[in-house]
């Protein structure tokens, strides 16, 4: 089982991006599925969290309304679509996959790599 994560890259301020999470060896539609993000120097922060049952959304701590998250279940992706982006927002984005609906981060069963997002102001 595999998550792997695409559509990183450096873009100017206010851009926009859409970051792919694809899984292969299981359904993610079957998981609960997390996006986080790890500044330099930070902790590892949660953005939002798809769950499995209800498809609804959960956005962790309090996260701008700049962040939006769906569900593509024939391809076996989830998307993280960011607006507006910020020199804050230049971090490593992850997903991972829970079998739980949204715990708390130490729960999620499977992680991608990461992609680097890189804000230029």
């Known amino acids: 089982a595999q998550l792997v994560e695409s559509g990183g890259g450096l873009v100017h301020t206010g851009g926009s991006l859409r970051l792919s999470c694809t899984a292969s060896?299981?359904?993610?539609?079957?998981?609960?599925i997390g996006w986080f993000r790890q500044a330099p120097g930070k902790e590892r922060e949660g953005i939002s969290c798809?769950?499995?049952?209800?498809?609804?959304?959960r956005n962790i701590n309090s996260v701008q309304s700049r962040f939006s998250i769906s569900r593509d279940r024939a391809k076996n992706t989830v998307y993280l679509q960011i607006a507006n982006l910020a020199p804050e927002d230049t971090a490593v984005y992850s997903c991972?996959?829970?079998?739980?609906?949204?715990?708390?981060?130490?729960?999620?069963?499977?992680w991608g790599q990461g992609t680097q997002v890189t804000v230029s102001s």
């Open positions: 991972a996959a829970a079998s739980v609906n949204c715990p708390t981060e130490s729960a999620y069963r499977y």
């Open positions: 060896g299981f359904t993610l539609g079957d998981y609960a």
């Open positions: 798809l769950r499995s049952t209800t498809r609804t959304t």
